[in-house]
T-cell receptor, first 115, second 113 residues
């Protein structure tokens, strides 16, 4: 079974530039998460999707961050414009909804450096 | 509101020694509790989880954790450390069936030869 796929793995941009991250979850996983992990910290939720619906985006900085999951499968997270403080690892995770399962499966992350 | 506190941002043990990583949680309802491991430049991998039932939970790579409600703790242990155990470990709590998970700040484990 293929795991959660993320691309790119690394991205270096200058501040004020736009950037986008892509995530393809495990097949059949209808719940998808985007997390931000700052250096030396645990992951913090940005947004959670159930199929194509964003059901929890309370922690997403909506002035510069946006996300979409148009067909309920893969997802894109965008930052425009990027700021120095956005430097972090952006993790995508997925899980199956319902059925009593509760395990999230994480991708390898995208390490963003904003100069 | 839920929260997780991991005691000690860094833990160093000798190879073959006991590993003990501490985690305390705060939750107003029965929690789901998780331990994840993260190797450099990789995502998080589930080590073990507690949802209901037996309070001593066994995971992969010889790790186990015990849920102690009276102490609001979920400490991670391994009897004998191996060099390959060197990584970052995250404790996490969820009270919504695992849909929304709060992570601790992590503990980096160093294993000395």
């Amino acid at each position: 079974e293929a795991g959660v796929v993320q691309s790119p793995r690394y991205k270096i941009i200058e501040k004020k530039q736009p950037v986008a991250f892509w995530c393809n979850p495990i097949s059949g996983h209808n719940t998808l998460y985007w997390y931000r992990q700052n250096l030396g910290q645990g992951p913090e939720l940005l947004i959670r999707y159930e199929n194509e619906e964003a059901v929890d985006d309370s922690q997403l900085p909506k002035d510069r961050f946006s996300a979409e999951r148009l067909k309920g499968v893969d997802s894109t997270l965008k930052i425009q414009p990027a700021e120095l403080g956005d430097s972090a690892v952006y993790l995508c995770a997925s899980r199956i909804s319902g059925g009593g399962t509760d395990t999230q499966y994480f991708g390898p992350g995208t390490r963003l450096t904003v100069l | 509101a839920q929260s997780v506190t991991q005691l000690g941002s860094h833990v160093s043990v000798s190879e073959g020694a006991l590993v003990l990583l501490r985690c305390n949680y705060s939750s107003s309802v029965p929690p789901y509790l998780f331990w994840y491991v993260q190797y450099p430049n990789q995502g998080l991998q589930l080590l073990l989880k507690y949802t209901t039932g037996a309070t001593l939970v066994k995971g992969i790579n010889g790790f186990e954790a015990e849920f102690k409600k009276s102490e609001t703790s979920f400490h991670l242990t391994k009897p004998s450390a191996h060099m390959s155990d060197a990584a970052e470990y995250f404790c996490a709590v969820s009270t919504t069936g695992g849909f929304k998970t709060i992570f601790g700040a992590g503990t980096r484990l160093f294993v000395k030869a």
